[in-house]
């Protein structure tokens, strides 16, 4: 079987649902677990909200998913107004009872240990789950073949502070024993991500109200566009996440540089900024590959098709 294996580690949020959506019926990846992680939810809500997700869009074949577990350092940073008190958007996605789990960077060791140098690890929220990973077995990281994450900006131009972009912002420790570690690594930031703007048209394009990913999108997108509208005064989303996903699935529509990278764990303007040593006499090794530009127009239509295809693959 040449289809990739991946581990989707997020923190559902909006974006991270699409996302979730898009990857479960694609046929290019086979999507092994789905790690919960806190961010723009608690853990506890993120565990939840992972559940919820599959169980209400039912894709083909079942992951095996992770709990979330709280960083030791409480970030008190709060993202109910871009995603809603429960992550989507208030529309009452519940689980009905939360099946029990194993923790989410206990997941992330099995899953690559049971298939070294063959899992993508696809990382939608804070580092936490990684960072954990890596302090339990410390030979992981050689054993992954590539971590893909969405974080960071390369402008300087953060989305939660100033100068942070929330995935960073949220546990800024674990950003950096991640990038910092000797795995291949991909950075998708914000740069990249806020280049591809989701207009209200979106909603017409996505499959039908009768498939079941169709419902779903259309009850948690409501809330996504309604706070842009009101907290930024734009009239067109982003999908962040969905964005990062396209990295994995077509990395031909982004153009990479080899950069080198690290976060600023206890700045007070600046904590979770991340920062990238682009002078001329670069004294930092490089340690990672940045998505620096992207064929907006590819990846939009591309995100389109894939949740077309999610909608018929389940109708
Ligand atoms: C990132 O932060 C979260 O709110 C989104 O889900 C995305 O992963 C964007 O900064
Ligand atoms: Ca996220």
Redesign the pocket.
């Known amino acids: 079987n040449m289809t990739r294996k991946v581990i989707i580690d997020c923190?559902p949020?909006i974006?991270?649902a699409v996302a979730l959506c898009m990857a479960l019926f694609d046929t290019r990846i086979n999507v092994a677990a789905v790690t919960a992680v806190a961010?723009?939810v608690p853990a506890d809500q993120s565990s939840r909200n992972v559940q919820a997700i599959i169980e209400r869009i039912d894709p083909p074949r079942y992951p095996r998913l992770g709990a979330a577990s709280d960083p030791e350092l409480s970030p008190g940073s709060n993202?109910s107004y871009?995603?809603g008190e429960d992550g989507l958007g208030n529309a009452g996605i519940v689980v009905s009872r939360l099946h029990h789990q194993h923790p989410s960077e206990k997941i992330i060791c099995d899953e690559v240990r049971s298939d070294p140098n063959r899992v993508t690890l696809l990382c939608?929220?804070p580092l936490t789950n990684v960072a954990r990973a890596f302090q339990r077995d410390p030979e992981l990281p050689t054993l992954i073949d590539r971590i893909v994450m969405?974080g960071g900006c390369v402008n300087g131009m953060g989305?939660v502070t100033p100068a942070a972009?929330?995935?960073m912002h949220y546990d800024p420790d674990s950003a950096r024993l991640v990038f910092r570690s000797p795995v291949a690594k991909t950075l998708v930031p914000?740069d990249v991500t806020r280049a591809i703007h989701f207009t209200m048209g979106f909603l017409d394009e996505l499959p039908s109200e009768e498939t079941r990913v169709g419902a779903f999108l259309r009850k948690i997108l409501q809330f996504r566009y309604l706070a842009y509208h009101q907290r930024l005064g734009q009239e067109s989303i982003h999908l962040?996440?969905a964005v990062a996903l396209l990295a994995v699935l077509q990395p031909d529509h982004f153009a990479f540089e080899e950069m080198a990278g690290d976060v600023e764990t206890r700045g007070e303007l600046t904590a979770g900024a991340t920062i990238f040593d682009r002078r001329r006499n670069r004294q930092w090794r490089p340690n990672m590959e940045v998505a620096m530009t992207v064929d907006a127009e590819a990846v939009e239509r591309d995100i389109v098709q894939c949740l077309s295809h999610a909608g018929r693959a389940n109708g």
């Open positions: 923190d949020g974006d991270d961010g723009n993202a871009m995603h939608l929220g969405m989305n972009e929330w995935n914000l962040h996440d």
